[in-house]
């Protein structure tokens, strides 16, 4: 087997941390000698052992003069645990096969230093592209100090969320939903806006077939506190915070009635009569959430698109056609022009059951020139 089947096996081991690292990164370690792997290891929780200290220990002292192939650049800082280059170079590994350097800011090439210094010989780049797809999440995070976010919706084929009176129950497929569900399991925290809470009463935890799940951190935009406090975000027993985001106006008291309830309030600065969701996003960064899902209603969509937050967009289309005069998925983001859309790059299909599952991520502008961007007025309401 070659470089690429070897790693091939430590993403497949970095895959199985998958919604149970965060904030830190999956990462995925093999150990091999003489063609054969003789350690194997994974990164389980943040505070715990690193994916290369697994693999080491399982192969013991087979480990001198080996490969080690491990998905991230080893970590040469003191952080919530011993640094990993310093463990490899007390395992006598002559060579060291990374997917890609660590974009942490403490690491950021300093871990490959430290071992080719320490005289191992260091490869860095093998199925890097792979690499970087899985660890999308803390890439953002690491680097730009907020959440990935992947916009999430169930529509028709004509764009619809609901029908004229509401109902929303069910527009995908069992199948559809319940793949909606494994995000929500690997997500740090979870978006609506109040209407939704308002209109659905959402519990917004995460309920996979046979049970078990992790339940995201739950996130309501709501300006001014509307929130009721018997909706089931407050009084279900799910172990997942709950974090509304209010505008500066609201009343002490009224905030004191969710702290009550173990509920917290986060003011908000607002923009155009609106909760700013980059400042949201910043408040979630510094909690050291590193993804956001957001399946709020159309203007929650649209403000999250035209702040530019948005870097996934993931749709569930069912094969119905509601017709005008329904709810549609995103409000108006005063489109004008062709060139000033929302535009996708990497997409992917996949067919559940019935249902199509669509998702790209958003082609990001050079600037804030384009008004789908911007920060502008609207005529219709701005509350969330």
Known sequence: MNDNGYMKIALHLAEQGRGLTS?????GAVVV????????GYHRKAGTPHAEIHALNEAGMGAHGSTLYVT???????GRTLPCADFIIRSRVTRVVCAMQDPNPQVNGSGIRKLREAGIQVDVGVLENEARDLNRFFIKYITAKVPFVILKAAVTLDGRIATQTGDSKWITGKAARERGHQLRNVVDAILVGVNTVLADDPSLTTRL???????????VLDTHLRTPLDARIIRNDSPARTFIFSGPDVQPERIRAYQERNVTVLVARK??????????????????????????GAQVHASALRAGVVDRVLFFVAPKIIGGGSKECIANLRVRRLADAVHLQSIRTEQIGDDVMIQGDVIKPDGLSSPVYAEQDSAEPRSV
């Not at 904030?23 to 990462?27: E, F, H, L």
């Not at 991230?72 to 003191?78: A, F, G, K, N």
């Open 23 to 27: 904030p830190n990164p999956m990462v």
């Open 33 to 40: 000698k003489d063609n054969t792997v003789i350690g194997k």
């Open 72 to 78: 991230l650049e080893p970590c040469s800082h003191r």
């Open 209 to 219: 077939p046979g049970g078990g799940g992790r339940d995201p951190a739950r996130i």
């Open 271 to 296: 923009e155009a009569s609106r909760i700013k969701f980059k400042q949201v996003l910043e408040d979630l960064g510094r909690m050291e959430m590193t993804s956001l899902l957001i399946e709020g």
